[in-house]
C-alpha cells in the first residue's frame, strides 16, 4: 500500500507565502504524474498544478505566476510554493499521484488534503 500524506497547510494573510509538501510512504513503488488540486467550500475540486516525472509542469491560469510545483524524485516528495496568496486561494489542498505499485498495477491516489486559509 501507498500513502499520501500533506503538511504545510495553515492560515495566512493576503500577500503572503506558504509551502505545500506531500510524501508518500510504503514500498516498492514508482511515482509517476504527480498534482496539486484543490476544493474551496461549495464548489467543485479544480486542478491546481501538474508535474510529471521528468519535471514538466502545467498550470492552472489562476496559479500561473504565483505557484510552483516542484518534486524530489528521491524522497518521494511533492512540493507546492505558494506566493501572493489570495483569499480566493482558500480551500483544501489534495495531493495526488499516479503510482505503479509492484505486484498491483498503477492507481491513482489521493492524500487527505490540508487546509489553506487566506485572510483579507
Known amino acids: 500500500q501507498v500513502q499520501l500524506v500533506e503538511s504545510g497547510g495553515g492560515l495566512v494573510q493576503a500577500g503572503g507565502s506558504l509551502r505545500l509538501s506531500c510524501t508518500a510512504s510504503?514500498?516498492?513503488?514508482?511515482?509517476?504524474?504527480m498534482a496539486w488540486y484543490r476544493q474551496a467550500p461549495g464548489k467543485e475540486r479544480e486542478l491546481v498544478a501538474l508535474?510529471?516525472?521528468?519535471?514538466?509542469?502545467n498550470y492552472a491560469d489562476s496559479a500561473k505566476g504565483r505557484f510552483t510545483i516542484s518534486r524530489d524524485n528521491a524522497k518521494n516528495t511533492l512540493y507546492l510554493q505558494m506566493n501572493s496568496l489570495k483569499p480566493e486561494d482558500t480551500a483544501v489542498y489534495y495531493c495526488n499521484a499516479d503510482i505503479f505499485l509492484l505486484g498491483y498495477g498503477s492507481n491513482n491516489y489521493w492524500g487527505q488534503g490540508t487546509q489553506v486559509t487566506v485572510s483579507s
Open positions: 508535474i510529471t516525472r521528468g519535471g514538466s509542469v
Open positions: 510504503g514500498s516498492r513503488f514508482n511515482i509517476r504524474n
